[in-house]
């Protein structure tokens, strides 16, 4: 997986996708392997957002907040 990205639209697509990331510049990262929780509130993906090639675990609201390790 290399310089991937996750974005989340909404089902009637009258707004642009959301990008979902951990990373805190605007650097290209792999981010990939995407889970849903099974309430659809939060989204379970890894990143190398830290150091390439090096993945860890994030979780994010699907609404709103920042990706928590």
Known sequence: M???AIY???RDATALPKRITAALTPV???E???AWSPDSKQIA???DAV???SFSFYV???VRGRPRK
């Open 2 to 4: 290399a310089n991937t």
């Open 8 to 10: 989340l639209a909404e």
């Open 28 to 30: 290209p990262r792999a």
């Open 32 to 34: 990939g392997s995407v």
């Open 45 to 47: 993906f890894l990143s």
């Open 51 to 53: 150091k390439p090639a």
């Open 60 to 62: 994010v609201g699907t």
